[in-house]
Every structure is written in structure tokens, then in C-alpha cells.
């Protein structure tokens, strides 16, 4: 497992990853409690609704025209600039939220800053095939996201930390972003010192690539192609998007019972016990990642022996994910936080196994000219499935005030993740 620490680069690439989510992680950290936890803010699920789909939504919009880029211009560029585009808008809303300004220049810099970040995460999963071995990339699947995720949560308890002991103000928040400006730049000037700067791709000179990379929608056009041809990946991919539909179902719940259940004259406490499931999530993610390197170290590393491992991973993954929907209707019934933090570990476990196995798919069966609108694509699908998951918890009141639309749902999702697994089978 270490292996895959070895190349210099590598170590790099995963440095801005760790540096990148980290500062990311203080920035939604602080976006939150001045939007859902200030004690001068009502939230409500219409709130939590409009806050996610303006951090998502765009995103999800121009996610596959970005891919385009990520196949066309260097991409240890685009790391650099990226992270330096995201430090300017950091301090841009570090400014507003001291300023308490609620305003649509709030929001224009919360859809570039963290759509800038999904552009990150794009070209970082892009890029990890030419650092380390193929032998290696399911370890690195396993490791780098997931130490990413790590950093990102130790960063967000951090900022609950100084919250709790400064005061959760708009002043705090603010100085909490400033931070993440500083890790956003490291994340900068790490990027900038991968050497050679061509190591990250894309590696392609024929004229027919460069043909349709002038064209964004026939480039778009060509990423759904690639992936009607690739139907592991394909599916693989749905596994994924059926995961964050019920995640985004669970965090709408967990936010409202956090905020007017739990502790509903105590925004601070509320925003603790918020902490603690993500970070329940993280431990999920956490042992996700152990277990799959678990799975495939004994394995040799011929090609035939590591596409049946892939298949090994995903149909593992979904069977978790079948079994952290059941976890996750469960907890509908009752408002007790064990069992909210039950079945956010639980669906994050099942959410990570699927994430490295997608991730590895399409690593090892789209080609490199390709690879950076497909990843993007998934990435779109990623904030698509999260928003719908959130608008229709939050949005529709039968599934507030009635529990059936929620059974009725967790055993749709069930039977889509069994027929996958169905499917894949049949391809073996």
C-alpha cells in the first residue's frame, strides 16, 4: 500500500488534493454556520434547499464543458491556477461574511469558489494514472480521496473547535475563510512545482483529438458516447449517483433535526452534533478505504486478475450501498442521533467502496483524451443526484410529514442497486 507513495509526484499531486479539500473544508464550514447555524438566521428546509442547490447546482451545469479543458490544456495548470482562483474568491467572501452581507455578490462567489473546487477534483482524478503505476491505482483510489476527505473533516472540526471557543459570529467565520485562503495557496504553489510540467496530461497529438476538442458539445457528445461503449463504467458510475441521492435525503434530515429537534435554541450545539456526523461519515469513508486495499493486496496484478478484482470491489460496494439505504430508512423512523450517525457511517462506507471502484473504471477503460469530460460528467451527475436527493426531502412536505414516500423510495433505490448488481454479473 505504501507503494503508492513512492514517486515523488504522486506525493504532490496528493498534497494539493490534502492542502485543496482542507481549505475547502473550513470554507463550507463557515458558509454553513452563517447560513444554517447563525443564531440571527431561521433555517428552515426551504433554506437548506436554495443553500445546496446555489453550492451545487451551477456546477452541475457546466461540469461536462469543463471536461473539455481538462482534455485540452495541461492540467497542472489548471491545478495551479484553479487553487489561485479559489484563494481570490476566499478572500472576496471572507470580506462579506464579516460585512454580514446576504447578498446575490455572496452567492456568485460561493458558485465560483466551489465550483472552481469540483473543477479541482476533475482534473486531480484525471491526473493520478500518469503518477502512479496501474498496478497501483486501486490503492491510490483508495488512499488519495479518501486522505483528501480526512483533511477536509480535520479541518472542518477544527473550525467547529475555534467556533466554539470564539464565538459563532460572523467575525469568527470570517477569519476561519481567511485560513482557507492561505491552504488554498499552498495548494497553488504545489501544483506549480510538478516537474515535468507535461507529467499530468493530456498526452495526445493526433489531429482528430484536437479537432473535437474545439468543439465543447461534441466533446460533451463524445464523453457519453465513450461511456455508452464502456457499460462497467457506466455502471458503476449510476451505483454512485444512487448513493448520493439518499445522502443528500439523510443531510436534509440530519440539518433540520440538528437545528429545530435536537437542540433548537442552541445553534451552536446544533452545529456540534452536525460535526459529529460528517465526521461519522469520515470514519466510514475511512474504513471503506482500508477494507478495498484489504480486499486487493494479495491479488497479482495481471490485467485480467485486476478487472475481475474492480468487479469483486463494485459488487461489494453495492451490496453495502443496498444495505446502507435499509440503514438509512431506519433512522426515518426515529429522531435519536445514534441512529442518524449510524446511517451516515453506514452510507458513506458504501458511498466510498463506490466511488474507488467507479474511479478505477474509468481510469483503466476510458482512454486519456477522454478521461477529463468523462470524470466531469460523473462529477455533474455527483451534484445532480446530491440536489435532487435534498430538493425532494426538503421541498416536498409528504416526505416531512409521512414516512411511506420514504419506505417507497429506499426500496426503489434497493431494487435499481440489486439490478445493477444483476447486470454486472451477467458481464463477468
Not at 504522486?10 to 447560513?35: E, I, K, P, Y
Not at 464523453?223 to 458510475?237: D, P, V
Not at 471503506?288 to 493486496?297: D, E, P, Q
Amino acid at each position: 500500500m505504501m507503494a503508492v507513495f513512492a514517486p515523488a509526484e504522486a506525493r504532490r499531486l496528493l498534497a494539493v488534493r490534502v492542502f485543496g479539500q482542507a481549505g475547502d473544508g473550513l470554507l463550507q464550514t463557515a458558509l454553513a454556520s452563517f447560513v444554517l447555524f447563525s443564531p440571527e438566521r431561521a433555517a428552515n428546509s426551504q433554506a437548506i434547499a436554495l443553500s445546496f442547490g446555489i453550492l451545487l447546482i451551477p456546477y452541475s451545469v457546466i461540469g461536462p464543458f469543463v471536461g473539455v479543458f481538462i482534455d485540452r490544456w495541461q492540467r497542472r495548470v489548471i491545478l495551479y491556477i484553479a487553487n489561485s482562483v479559489r484563494a481570490v474568491t476566499m478572500i472576496g467572501l471572507a470580506f462579506l461574511v464579516a460585512s454580514r452581507a446576504e447578498s446575490w455578490q455572496l452567492a456568485c462567489l460561493v458558485i465560483v469558489s466551489l465550483g472552481v473546487n469540483r473543477f479541482l477534483q476533475a482534473s486531480l482524478a484525471a491526473s493520478l494514472p500518469h503518477v502512479v503505476g496501474h498496478d497501483q491505482l486501486v490503492n491510490a483510489n483508495a488512499l488519495f480521496p479518501t486522505l483528501g476527505t480526512a483533511s477536509a473533516s480535520i479541518a472542518a472540526t477544527t473550525a467547529l473547535t475555534f467556533q466554539h471557543f470564539a464565538g459563532n459570529d460572523d467575525t469568527t467565520n470570517s477569519l476561519i475563510i481567511s485560513s482557507g485562503v492561505i491552504l488554498a495557496l499552498i495548494a497553488a504553489y504545489t501544483a506549480a512545482s510538478i516537474r515535468p510540467k507535461h507529467l499530468l496530461g493530456p498526452h495526445t497529438s493526433s489531429q482528430e483529438s484536437r479537432e473535437k476538442l474545439r468543439n465543447v458539445l461534441v466533446g460533451l457528445a463524445d464523453g457519453i458516447y465513450k461511456l455508452k461503449e464502456q457499460h462497467i463504467a457506466r455502471r458503476s458510475m449510476l451505483a454512485v449517483l444512487l448513493q448520493r441521492f439518499t445522502f443528500g435525503s439523510l443531510t436534509v434530515r440530519t440539518l433540520l433535526l440538528a437545528r429545530t429537534v435536537w437542540h433548537p435554541n442552541n445553534p451552536s450545539s446544533s452545529v456540534v452534533d452536525f460535526g459529529i456526523a460528517a465526521g461519522c461519515a469520515a470514519v466510514g469513508a475511512f474504513i471503506a478505504a482500508f477494507i478495498s486495499a484489504f480486499l486487493l493486496k494479495n491479488s497479482s496484478i495481471g490485467h485480467n486478475r485486476s478487472l475481475t478484482r474492480q468487479r469483486t470491489l463494485q459488487r461489494t460496494a453495492i451490496v453495502a450501498l443496498v444495505g446502507g439505504i435499509v440503514v438509512t430508512d431506519l433512522a426515518m423512523f426515529s429522531n435519536s442521533r445514534l441512529s442518524i450517525f449510524t446511517a451516515a457511517g453506514v452510507l458513506a462506507f458504501a458511498g466510498q467502496l463506490l466511488k474507488i471502484s467507479a474511479d478505477t473504471n474509468i481510469q483503466t477503460t476510458i482512454d486519456d483524451v477522454h478521461r477529463g469530460r468523462v470524470f466531469s460528467l460523473f462529477d455533474m451527475g455527483i451534484n445532480f443526484a446530491l440536489v435532487s436527493g435534498i430538493a425532494v426531502t426538503a421541498l416536498v412536505p409528504a416526505m416531512m410529514n409521512n414516512l411511506l414516500p420514504v419506505i417507497v423510495l429506499t426500496v426503489t433505490l434497493s431494487a435499481s442497486c440489486l439490478a445493477v448488481l444483476t447486470n454486472l454479473r451477467r458481464t463477468d
